[in-house]
Nanobody
Framework: QGQLVESGGGSVQAGGSLRLSCAASRSTYSTNWIGWFRQAPGKEREGVATISPRTGSPYYADSVKGRFTISQDNAKNTVYLQMNSLKPEDTAVYYC??????????????????WGQGTQVTVSS
């Protein structure tokens, strides 16, 4: 199995935007879902959004609907997370992960097989 590498994290003010990238090997990219998760200090990891690279079908956590957009570029084997209208509560380490097993709903961290190293997102008030 290939690796997943996140990039694009940084520090922004509330209301700002960031775009995260998840670069994957071709074999890792061809999975049921590639998703984004986040974990703040002292809190449990939570799902943010996920997408099926084969179909492009997205699935979002309620907390980010209308603000975040997940998309893919199959030619680059890359999944993106466009984050707009960022809030301080969005501050966390964001992880990219891949799932090759069937499960539903598709945004549970325990169902994902492969994980990137994480990228820090900090939103100041």
């Amino acid at each position: 199995q290939g690796q997943l590498v996140e990039s694009g994290g940084g520090s922004v003010q509330a209301g700002g935007s960031l775009r995260l990238s998840c670069a994957a090997s071709r074999s890792t990219y061809s999975t049921n879902w590639i998703g984004w998760f986040r974990q703040a200090p002292g809190k449990e990891r939570e799902g943010v959004a996920t997408i099926s690279p084969r179909t492009g079908s997205p699935y979002y956590a309620d907390s980010v609907k209308g603000r975040f957009t997940i998309s893919q570029d199959n030619a680059k084997n890359t999944v993106y997370l466009q984050m707009n209208s960022l809030k301080p509560e969005d501050t966390a380490v964001y992880y990219c992960a891949a799932k090759d097993r069937y499960s539903w709903p598709p945004l549970r961290s325990v169902d994902y097989n492969y994980w990137g190293q994480g990228t820090q997102v900090t939103v100041s008030s």
